[in-house]
T-cell receptor, first 111, second 116 residues
Framework: NAGVTQTPKFRVLKTGQSMTLLCAQD?????MYWYRQDPGMGLRLIHY???????AKGEVPDGYNVSRLKKQNFLLGLESAAPSQTSVYFC??????????FGPGTRLTVL | AQKVTQAQTEISVVEKEDVTLDCVYE???????LFWYKQPPSGELVFLIR??????QNEISGRYSWNFQKSTSSFNFTITASQVVDSAVYFC?????????????FGGGTRLMVKP
């Protein structure tokens, strides 16, 4: 039982490049989330999903897209990376009104 | 709109001291959930506790205790006899029950440094 896993752990991009972050959970959770954490700040919600095939915007969705084609996976895409997207990205999953469990994070640097 | 404030950005203590981390929240909901997470230097987020708004009982888990007071909208976290391994950033978070996505709003975090 791995919990929540994220791929990759680290990535460096050049401005304008695209990439996809993968989140996988094996707890059969309905809800999944993507957050970003910037230095000295708490986590801010980018997008979330309340079930397979559904997605919704969070607090800071601009510049990101997501997809939830399978219940256990939640993908975060950056179509044209910008230096402002340099951050640590965390994925989480939960059931309704329950605790969110987080992945180990992905450290992304955009040059 | 929901909001969580952790006024203490950094706290430094010497090992074996007791330390309290403050958390104040704002919500218009009557049903909500409060959380504490720990982020050690390795970077992962570790769940510590979840409390619902109808349960004001204080909780103790080993050296950790939590004091929930609805009258002051606070959910404070105390570490008794702190240890170097307690050094981390601690986040308080809030989720409202009428929130369709069960979304968490985080405070800015308190960095705790425990010196030997």
């Amino acid at each position: 039982n791995a919990g929540v896993t994220q791929t990759p752990k680290f990535r460096v991009l050049k401005t304008g490049q695209s990439m996809t972050l993968l989140c996988a959970q094996d707890m059969n959770h309905e809800y999944m989330y993507w957050y970003r954490q910037d230095p000295g700040m708490g986590l801010r919600l980018i997008h979330y999903s309340v079930g397979e095939g559904t997605t919704a915007k969070g607090e800071v969705p601009d510049g990101y897209n997501v997809s939830r084609l399978k219940k256990q996976n939640f993908l975060l895409g950056l179509e044209s990376a910008a230096p402002s997207q340099t951050s640590v990205y965390f994925c989480a999953s939960s059931n309704f009104a329950d605790t969110q469990y987080f992945g180990p994070g992905t450290r992304l640097t955009v040059l | 709109a929901q909001k969580v404030t952790q006024a203490q950005t950094e706290i430094s203590v010497v090992e074996k001291e007791d330390v309290t981390l403050d958390c104040v929240y704002e919500t218009r909901d009557t049903t909500y959930y409060l959380f504490w997470y720990k982020q050690p230097p390795s970077g992962e987020l570790v769940f510590l506790i979840r409390r619902n708004s109808f349960d004001e009982q204080n909780e103790i888990s080993g050296r950790y205790s939590w004091n929930f007071q609805k009258s002051t909208s606070s959910f404070n976290f105390t570490i008794t006899a702190s240890q170097v391994v307690d050094s981390a950033v601690y986040f308080c978070a809030l989720s409202e029950d009428n929130n369709a996505g069960n979304m968490l709003t985080f405070g800015g975090g308190t960095r705790l440094m425990v010196k030997p």
